[in-house]
């Protein structure tokens, strides 16, 4: 083999090239207004205070009614689906109906207890003055003393009756799902007829609150020491760099934890970091956006 220096030599300049390009730094992904000015940088996503809202039914039964579509605004309070509500009917009439029964019960009670009121206190009287025996007056107030168990056993009833009504009354109310928050509905999972069931889990609806929309960010260790709440920072969104907005910090996490999946293959899959939370200014987001976040000195 002859050896050629000339080619050996840019062979040896071409390699060098390429292996600088595979080696950027680690913030080389970071556009330039990420400076010496900046306590931290990190990468964030955007979120809503307490986050999006699950709604899943807490009853299983058959979809009637769907009262909401993607984009829709709701109310806290608003029925969004109702659940087949005949089988609770059903229960509430049956508790009603018990209620009723018991009430006549302890009515028709009632209406004897004045009666053998009196006849106890007449034969009680006339035993005194020998004009009755003993044991008529013993009887008289032994049935009294019965009949005013049956009243309280009655009353007792009527208690336990209003408590399986007012048991079947909340059931009924539990198959209406309502929406707990006003807010905007952003997925829509269930159709009129579907059978919904409580053991899986599946979610209904889901609901953008109407609460103000935060950044959560994703702190080093580096950073977490200089990162204090109040402090100005800037968001920009990954989809548009040339995008700049607005933040403060809000609060800083207590507790380290292990770093989000990201899509930078030089993060360390054993990274730990600490949520930043931060209120948007100004501007416009989305939930779901990926950010980058320079926190100022000043």
């Given at each position: 083999?002859?050896?050629?220096?000339?080619?050996?030599?840019?062979?040896?300049?071409?390699?060098?090239?390429?292996?600088?390009?595979?080696?950027?730094?680690?913030?080389?992904?970071?556009?330039?207004?990420?400076?010496?000015?900046?306590?931290?940088?990190?990468?964030?996503?955007?979120?809503?205070?307490?986050?999006?809202?699950?709604?899943?039914?807490?009853?299983?039964?058959?979809?009637?009614?769907?009262?909401?579509?993607?984009?829709?605004?709701?109310?806290?309070?608003?029925?969004?689906?109702?659940?087949?509500?005949?089988?609770?009917?059903?229960?509430?009439?049956?508790?009603?109906?018990?209620?009723?029964?018991?009430?006549?019960?302890?009515?028709?009670?009632?209406?004897?207890?004045?009666?053998?009121?009196?006849?106890?206190?007449?034969?009680?009287?006339?035993?005194?003055?020998?004009?009755?025996?003993?044991?008529?007056?013993?009887?008289?107030?032994?049935?009294?003393?019965?009949?005013?168990?049956?009243?309280?056993?009655?009353?007792?009833?009527?208690?336990?009756?209003?408590?399986?009504?007012?048991?079947?009354?909340?059931?009924?109310?539990?198959?209406?799902?309502?929406?707990?928050?006003?807010?905007?509905?952003?997925?829509?999972?269930?159709?009129?007829?579907?059978?919904?069931?409580?053991?899986?889990?599946?979610?209904?609806?889901?609901?953008?609150?109407?609460?103000?929309?935060?950044?959560?960010?994703?702190?080093?260790?580096?950073?977490?020491?200089?990162?204090?709440?109040?402090?100005?920072?800037?968001?920009?969104?990954?989809?548009?760099?040339?995008?700049?907005?607005?933040?403060?910090?809000?609060?800083?996490?207590?507790?380290?934890?292990?770093?989000?999946?990201?899509?930078d293959p030089q993060q360390s899959p054993d990274a730990r970091v600490v949520d930043c939370?931060?209120?948007?200014?100004?501007?416009?987001?989305?939930?779901?956006?990926?950010?980058?976040?320079?926190?100022?000195?000043?």
């Amino acid at each position: 083999m002859i050896f050629h220096p000339l080619r050996s030599a840019a062979f040896v300049a071409l390699l060098s090239i390429a292996l600088c390009a595979c080696s950027k730094p680690a913030n080389a992904d970071l556009p330039k207004t990420a400076t010496s000015d900046a306590a931290a940088v990190a990468r964030g996503r955007v979120d809503v205070e307490g986050g999006l809202l699950t709604i899943s039914a807490s009853r299983d039964g058959i979809a009637m009614a769907v009262n909401a579509n993607d984009g829709d605004r709701v109310k806290a309070g608003d029925v969004l689906v109702q659940l087949d509500p005949r089988p609770a009917e059903m229960a509430v009439a049956s508790a009603q109906a018990e209620l009723e029964q018991s009430r006549a019960q302890a009515r028709t009670i009632a209406v004897k207890l004045p009666a053998l009121v009196q006849q106890a206190k007449r034969l009680s009287a006339a035993a005194t003055d020998g004009a009755a025996t003993g044991q008529a007056a013993d009887d008289a107030r032994n049935a009294l003393a019965v009949l005013k168990a049956e009243l309280d056993a009655a009353q007792s009833g009527i208690a336990i009756a209003r408590q399986h009504l007012a048991t079947a009354q909340f059931e009924r109310g539990q198959m209406a799902v309502r929406a707990p928050a006003a807010g905007r509905i952003v997925a829509r999972e269930v159709q009129v007829g579907d059978r919904v069931a409580v053991q899986s889990g599946k979610e209904l609806l889901r609901v953008l609150p109407d609460r103000p929309l935060i950044v959560r960010a994703e702190l080093g260790e580096a950073f977490v020491d200089a990162v204090r709440p109040g402090m100005r920072a800037e968001v920009i969104p990954d989809a548009n760099p040339g995008t700049t907005l607005s933040a403060h910090v809000l609060r800083v996490g207590e507790v380290f934890g292990a770093a989000r999946r990201s899509d930078d293959p030089q993060q360390s899959p054993d990274a730990r970091v600490v949520d930043c939370v931060l209120a948007l200014d100004s501007g416009s987001l989305r939930i779901g956006q990926q950010v980058l976040v320079r926190i100022r000195r000043k």
